[in-house]
């Protein structure tokens, strides 16, 4: 076929010239909207921006090792009314609104004001009613019907009467405010932490060290108009934040608060703190920190400060150990060598260093290595030190940072306390002929309870010494995402031979009979650890004042054979009697055993003696609703409880706080769908 360039040709320079003026006319437009208008434009993204909000996210849980819920965001509701709810753009609309409106809500008050009254019974129907007939009257743009609403109680809400048009239409509404909830009440309360009740700011604890990770972020949205009707659209999803699983056993935590505390108020002690530590991760299982508040004869306890970690203490006798395995470490004493303690009482450089039996005339002989730790003896422990070490107090020091003593690590908590364990300068200048001799019996040396625990851990750990661990996981949706790993802070902190002898002798402490540390023996199984008792500093730095003030302490680990848990106790109280053995000894002792038969061992045998019988108790099962038959929820945490029931078609009211007390449908009745179940919480 002959192409027809005559013809042809000329359309297409048309379409061309058609296509170039257009894409001119584009370009001109974009350049006029760009440059001219640009004040324009910039007034309406200023406007639009203005006019997005925050969408919150949901702040991550926090858990318990055993899977319970510790920390949790659980929202609280405040419910008002709108009685304007108008559209100034759309006049005919807004009238045919208030029409509805007007006929609708009269129509359906007294029904709402019934169902606010049962939901709300504080409230009487008839107070509903006037309350939100003066509100109409008024006009009023936010007025309260109820503060502190449940989830539960305002989804009920949402279905009632008038209510249930939505809020486009009645006005009525929501807001939503975030709330971190403790279901165990004020459990580890200095370690897990608080937000500022203000805002969503954490104060300390894992809420805190955590916080870029369970805060989340936020999203956005707008309001925008879609056929006369406003709506809020959605322009960034939040995100919301992780959940993390710590260490804290519930079980063990509880047992150990409510131990230490019924020892506390029996020795009218002023600060308590126990830590229960996992021997081979360093996962801290159990810490508790009660300081007394109050006034005489109406004392009470409570965590205000997180003392096993920022506070610097002396740590006393059970620093003994650390003294004598530096000795054994660096030859210069054996187990089978002896020291002469006398009447108890030896001028150590024109100061006089003191047992505490040195009234009774001290033990009157030599006694052995194994005996200086048994009998806690300053005598013996002090001089071995200082005849050995006095001429170069360097090695010494150089012992105890090398078996770990001294060394820091951090923590995940604001406010951590670093052990100050002093070095000696070449020119002397901060040391004195006495300060080795008392250094040596845990004075002038200042160490976080947790630190003295880690070390012990280590000795049970045959010599490797790992960081506490609080968090396990990090979880999103149960899904795990991160696994913090076990830090090892010295691979091994003495040779095998010294480590053998120490374990040996701290068995000795509590296991034979004339050993200081036998309250915290138990009957099932062997404990190796050393008591402390230490005289402490008051407020302006003195040891004279009436009363003298005490820190006593027990820290070790069991069972003997094959060491799992570890644990340090510490009372400071002022005034005798004065024992770490006879006062932390049985706390030890208490939560040892209660460890023991919550049947936390994969072999119960594995930290028995042979004469022990153990029953290991069964694992929890989690109840469901099957066959239509309610289970027995005592003993759960509120959430878990909740989203048993609601899954199965039942409704929930919860009244109280803290774990399911008790449920007014009996256990083993029939579950009827909608049916609503009450649930007493209680601490």
Known sequence: MKFDSKHTIPRYLFVIIVMTLVGVAVISA?????FVQDDYWEAVRKRMASQQKDIPAVR???YSADGQLLV??????TLRADFVVRDPNDSVAERRLREWRDTVFVKELDSLCLGLHELFPETSEKEFRERLLSGKRRNRRNLLIARNVSYIKYKEFLKLPYVRYGRIKTGFYAEEIPQRQKPYGNMAKRTLGALVPTCDSAMNGLELAYDSILRGTNGKRHREKVRRVWMDKTDVEPLNGFDIISTIDVGMQDAAEKILVRKLHEVNGEVGVVVLMEVATGDVKAIVNMTRLGTPGNYYYAEIKNNAITDL???GSTFKTASMMVALEDGV???GDSVNVGNGVYMMHGRAMKDHN???GGYGRYISVDECLMFSSNVGVSRIIDEHYFNHPEKYVDGLYREGVGVPFSLPFKGQGFPQVRRPKPDGSNWSKTALAWMSIGYETQIPPIYTLTFYNAIANNGRMV??????EIQRN?????????EVVKERICKSSTLKDIHAILERVVNDPKGLGKKAGCKQFKVCGKTGTAQVADEHGSYHGSPARYMVSFCGFYPSEAPKYSCIVCIKKSGLPASGGGQCGPVFSELAQYVMAKGVYRQPSEAADSTSVFERPEPPQRPEVSAGIIPDLTGMGAREAVAILETSGLKVRLRGQGRVKSQNIPAGSKAVKDQTITLELAQ
């Open 333 to 335: 004493v054996t187990r």
């Open 478 to 486: 149960g899904e795990v995402l991160k696994v913090v790993p076990v």
């Open 60 to 62: 991550g849980n926090i």
């Open 72 to 77: 949790g965001s659980m929202p609280i509701y």
């Open 30 to 34: 974009a350049a006029y909207e760009m």
């Open 467 to 472: 960081k506490p661990r609080f968090v396990r």
């Open 358 to 360: 040195w009234r009774k």
């Open 313 to 315: 203490w002396e740590p």
